[in-house]
C-alpha cells in the first residue's frame, strides 16, 4: 500500500469513470450469456478493462488493479474461444463482478481499499491454469440482474 492519499475529487473522478467500466464488464457479460461467444464484443470490453486496471493502480489500489489484471486475461481467454461459455462459468465471473463493483465502491467510500478481492483473483487464476476448451454451441438464455445491470432480454423463439 502506497502512502498516496488521494483527493476526494480524484476519488470521485475515479469512481465515476469506474463505474462506466464496470458497466461495460456487465453489458458484455449479460451479452455473452445471452447470444453465445462474440469476439468483437469481448474485444471492446479489453480497453475498459486496461483503463480500469490502470486508474486503479496509480489511485493505489493494488488489489483492484491485480483482480482487474486476471479479468484481462480471463476475457483475452474468452475472446479466443477458450473457455465453455456455461452457467457455473456466468456464475464465477457475475460474482466476481459484483465483488469488484463493491470493492470499487468502498476503496472510494474509504479513500483506501477496504475489501480484498483475494479469493476473487484465486478463482480467476483457477479458471486460467485449468485446462482450455471449445465454447458451447448454443448461447445460455437465462435472465440476469448483475449488480447494477440490466436483466437480458428474454429469448426469441427460433
Do not use: W
Not at 478493462?49 to 493505489?60: D, P, R
Amino acid at each position: 500500500m502506497s502512502d498516496f492519499q488521494a483527493s476526494a475529487e480524484l476519488l470521485s473522478i475515479y469512481l465515476e469513470d469506474a463505474r462506466g467500466h464496470l458497466e461495460a464488464l456487465d453489458q458484455c457479460l449479460l451479452s455473452l450469456e445471452r447470444d453465445g461467444l462474440d469476439a468483437e464484443a469481448v474485444a471492446s470490453l479489453l480497453g475498459p478493462l486496461h483503463t480500469l486496471k490502470g486508474n486503479s493502480g496509480m489511485m493505489g489500489f493494488s488489489g483492484i488493479k491485480e483482480y482487474v489484471h486476471r479479468l484481462e486475461d480471463v476475457f483475452g481467454r474468452i475472446g479466443e474461444g477458450g473457455f465453455a461459455l456455461t452457467p457455473p462459468f456466468f456464475d464465477r465471473l457475475f460474482a466476481g463482478a459484483s465483488a469488484l463493483r463493491d470493492a470499487v465502491e468502498r476503496a472510494c467510500q474509504e479513500a483506501g481499499e477496504a475489501r480484498s478481492l483475494e479469493r476473487e483473483r484465486q478463482d480467476l487464476e483457477s479458471l486460467l491454469a485449468g485446462p482450455a476448451t471449445a465454447p458451447t454451441a448454443a448461447p445460455v438464455h437465462r435472465e440476469r440482474l448483475a449488480a447494477g445491470a440490466l436483466p437480458a432480454p428474454a429469448p426469441q423463439p427460433p
